[in-house]
């Protein structure tokens, strides 16, 4: 494996892990937020759904933007357009400052998760073997870090520029350095694209689509109701409530941490049914759990399974489409916003509407789903690990030099 591929890696795993703390900076800061510049509970949920809408956005316009410029180039310039934003959310003071703020942090994090996805579908084809999971698991960390760094700013009370400042000061600089390494992958040899190549064929890419979605409800499904469910439901304390989010992260972190061995060994379509089961195990649990400690564990099973399903999907779409990995993900990535636009309304509305409880099986049968499109994570004409790794290339990247 030569230097450069290597040197892409660790700047792409950087870069996953810069906006996962920024992202964790942004989502758990948003009752500071809202009182900082007086937002209504009304007006409060049409900001928050406006950022992913402005994202799936800005990830349609990155599908057409590759086609003429890198993805390394649009991940180069549109992170430090969401670390900038980020802060500028902190910085504001009138609601128009903020509405400019999340507007251009939702269109920026839509190109930065394609260009990122991009890449790292395009590495993990130079390797031939599976590393997706280890830039999600970057990922997971700086989501950790970020959500730590946020407490901190909590628990201290400091202004939210003064939270936000000392992070995009480091991060900024550190991500425009790393970016002279990014690794642009080269067009798959024809032979190799069979007659998916010539594009991205909207039915083929449909089950991982409908995987991707049924994830981030999910996901959406803990980042916004564990706290409330176990409180109000499983009757923990306030100070315990905060726990099982943290748990989710770190089981996530773990799983992304050793999953690309399982994959390796493996294959994709076994690890991604055994994620799919711990998962709708993870939420039977929580369905049916007598009290909070029981609770936890049920959050710790979702961090294990549902945290392999995001990166195989999109490895999963780069091997559909050899000849048009990059407007796969492109048009992959807006799902993730999907889900997280429909997961938290959903289970809040059947919460109201029903119970809390028969709400969490919800997402308990769309993550089961899964089962069904399993074999749509089949490697192509190429399986990792267990004897079937491909032959490595010498230098299939072209790296992108220079700021």
């Known amino acids: 494996m030569t230097d450069v ?27 500071a937020i809202q009182d900082r510049y007086g937002v209504s509970d009304a ?35 549109s992170q430090p357009v969401v670390l900038l934003a980020l802060l500028g959310a902190g910085a504001g003071g009138q609601l128009a400052e903020l509405a400019v703020a999340l507007g251009a942090f939702g269109l920026a994090v839509g190109a930065l998760d394609a260009s990122m996805n991009m890449l790292g579908v395009s590495l993990q084809r130079s390797y031939g073997r599976s590393i997706m999971l280890s830039f999600h698991a970057a990922y997971s960390l700086g989501g950790i870090l970020g959500a730590s760094l946020a407490w901190v700013g909590a628990h201290w009370h400091l202004a939210l520029w003064a939270s936000y400042l000392p ?37 083929l890419l449909l089950p991982l689509c409908l995987v991707m ?48 061995f399982g994959v390796r060994r493996f294959g994709a379509a076994a690890v991604v049914r055994l994620g799919t089961l711990v998962a709708a195990g993870g939420f039977a ?18 961090g294990l399974g549902l945290c392999v399903l995001v990166p195989q999907t999109f490895a999963a779409a780069g091997r559909l489409f050899p000849g048009s990995s990059d407007a796969a993900v492109a048009r992959l990535n807006i799902f993730n916003y999907v889900g997280f636009l429909v997961g938290s309304p959903l289970v809040g509305a059947l919460g109201d509407a029903w119970s809390y409880r028969g709400a969490m099986l919800v997402p308990m049968v769309l993550v089961l789903v899964t089962l069904v499109y399993a074999r749509s994570f089949a490697a192509q004409p190429d399986r990792y690990g267990g004897g079937h790794e491909r032959p490595r290339t010498a230098d299939v990247g072209r790296g992108s030099n220079g700021l």
């Open 167 to 203: 992070v995009v000061a480091v991060l900024l600089p550190a991500t425009l350095v790393g970016s002279r390494w990014y690794v642009d992958g080269d067009a798959t040899p024809v032979e190799e694209q069979g007659t998916q190549g010539g594009g991205v064929v909207f039915k």
């Open 5 to 31: 591929l290597r040197r892409g890696r660790a700047s792409l795993a950087f870069s996953f892990f810069a906006q996962g703390a920024t992202f964790a900076l942004l989502v758990t800061r948003i009752p």
């Open 285 to 302: 649990v929580v369905a049916s759990a007598p009290g909070a400690w029981v609770g936890m564990l049920g959050f710790t099973l979702l």
């Open 213 to 260: 979605t049924f994830a981030y409800i999910g996901d959406s499904t803990v980042s916004n109701w564990s706290a409330k469910y176990l409180k109000d439901v499983l009757g923990s304390s306030e100070q315990l409530a905060t726990v099982p989010y943290n748990v989710y992260m770190v089981t996530t972190l773990l799983g992304r941490a050793i999953g690309d």
């Open 43 to 77: 007006l409060l949920p049409v900001f928050l759904a406006a950022v992913p809408i402005l994202a799936g956005v800005g990830s349609v316009t990155t599908e057409q933007l590759v086609r003429r410029i890198r993805p390394s180039r649009l991940l180069r310039w």
